[in-house]
């Protein structure tokens, strides 16, 4: 059912726990594609990217198999029976993760370009240089790219900007390279600190991930790490917090790393909610009056791109001005037409959002354009005068898992139908 239909003006209120971090997830499928012995990674949510990542590795030849506790097992062949399949990998972005690994693994990788998707063009040239510079023949022709190296040799190799999937791929193809690779200019999200911990479980040599600088030894292969728990997931705890700050709610989140919130929280300090943090859990308390704030994404420790929009969607009925610069991707504006449907006042000019706050937002039918804009609408929906209604709503399966169940236990009238 792809319309969910959300009724406004009640404030969340409770407790929720939040799952495993999507985008970590992702990294560590790919990166046990390149272990010799089956691994189970725990805390993987249950959301469609995730079950089309599975399916695309069981088509390669991979075997996957949930457990009963959502843990997921998966197991590399001896031999690829495939390259991934062309109309999965199209839908799936993160797909071109797989690029690296399966390079190191089996010599040869092709994977379909994941076109540009709604944020923007996405284009992996900062994949193509790293990998290139670790020896492999890198060539793209009818949408596909192919990546070929009888053997990989470590290099020094400079990210012209610290790309989050390039820092991946090129440090999972690294880990199995012959001598040492200097990673520089890398991204520092805590996924990348995760994917790494995962491939020095696996027996990699990694060092420095979490900072600018990333060294990786060669080794000659892969394996051993039976069980890996994947960490939270920061931009679904965000994304519950603006939507307890937005309803003027009282909202305690668990299974959190406060760490990895800080640009998160700082933010919404500053726009006057008040953050408890424990030792893995966060309690957000709204109620007073919010004040406008300025907001530029930019790489981790910066404000997270991921962010973005659901602070947009608060902001809109918060008095005064406020200014959002978005600095990673060219096209992440594209909710605020559709909270402009809602009596927002947000006036956009290239990568610059300025929000004059209004009194109150009215609940009518928007559409979900990406992932975040979909969780978005669901908080401008909470805030709004009546009730509104969201397709596209498949976006916001691919990065949530049991996004409604969590809402209805902090008391959210939220419910499904079919397309008209
Ligand atoms: C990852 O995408 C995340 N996805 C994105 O989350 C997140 O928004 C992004 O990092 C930034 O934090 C996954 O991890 C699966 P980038 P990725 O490479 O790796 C440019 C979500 O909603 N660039 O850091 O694709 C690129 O065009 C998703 O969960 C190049 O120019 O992001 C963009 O402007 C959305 N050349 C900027 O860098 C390259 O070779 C950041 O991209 C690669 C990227």
Redesign the pocket.
């Known amino acids: 059912m792809n319309r969910l239909f959300v009724a406004g003006g009640r404030p969340l209120k409770g407790k929720v726990r939040v799952s495993g971090a999507?985008?970590?997830s992702?990294?560590l499928l790919c990166a046990a594609a390149m272990s010799r012995d089956s691994v189970i990674l725990e805390n993987i949510p249950d959301i469609s990217?995730i079950n089309v990542m599975s399916e695309i590795m069981k088509e390669m030849g991979f075997k996957t198999k949930r457990e009963a506790s959502g843990a997921l097992e998966i197991c590399a062949p001896l031999k690829l029976n495939a390259q991934p399949p062309y109309h999965m990998v199209k839908q799936l972005?993160?797909s071109?993760?797989l690029l690296g690994p399966l390079l190191a693994r089996f010599g040869e990788a092709e994977v379909a370009l994941p076109g540009g998707?709604n944020?923007?063009?996405?284009?992996?040239?900062?994949?193509?240089?790293g990998l290139s510079g670790l020896g492999a023949q890198v060539s793209m022709k009818h949408g596909t790219v192919s990546a070929k190296a009888d053997k990989l040799v470590g290099n020094r190799i400079y990210l012209?900007?610290?790309?989050?999937?390039?820092?991946?791929n090129i440090m999972m193809a690294a880990c199995l390279a012959e001598g040492q690779t200097i990673l520089e200019n890398v991204?520092k999200?805590p996924?990348i600190v995760d994917l790494a911990n995962f491939l020095n479980c696996l027996g990699a040599k990694v060092r420095g991930a979490g900072t600018d600088i990333i060294k990786i030894e060669g080794v000659q292969e892969l394996g051993g790490c039976l069980r890996y728990p994947v960490i939270p997931d920061r931009?679904e705890a965000g994304t519950f917090m603006v939507a307890a700050a937005a309803t003027g709610g009282d909202v305690e989140l668990e299974n959190v790393i406060p760490h990895h919130m800080e640009p998160i929280c700082a933010k919404l300090r500053e726009a006057g909610v008040e953050i408890i943090e424990g030792e893995e859990a966060l309690r957000v308390v709204a109620g007073g009056k919010l004040k406008p704030i300025d907001l530029k994404t930019l790489?981790?420790p910066g404000f997270?791109?991921?962010m973005q929009s659901q602070f947009m969607a608060m902001l809109c009925t918060i008095a005064g001005t406020s200014v959002i610069i978005e600095n990673?991707?060219?096209n992440r504006f594209q909710i605020a037409d559709e909270l402009k449907r809602m009596g927002a006042n947000i006036k956009v000019e290239g990568r610059i959002a300025v929000i004059e706050g209004v009194n109150e937002l009215h609940g009518t039918h928007v559409k979900a354009t990406?992932?975040?804009a979909g969780a978005a609408l669901v908080i401008a929906g909470f805030m709004a005068e009546g009730t509104t209604e969201i397709s596209n709503v498949k976006y916001i399966d691919r990065?949530y898992h049991l996004l409604e169940e969590k809402m209805k236990t902090l008391g959210a009238q939220v419910w499904r139908k079919d397309s008209r």
């Open positions: 999507k985008n970590a992702l990294a990217d972005r993160a071109n993760l998707c944020i923007g063009v996405r284009p992996m040239d900062l994949h193509f240089k012209d900007f610290p790309s989050v999937g390039a820092t991946e991204a999200e996924e931009i790489p981790y997270p791109t991921d990673i991707f060219e990406d992932l975040r990065g």
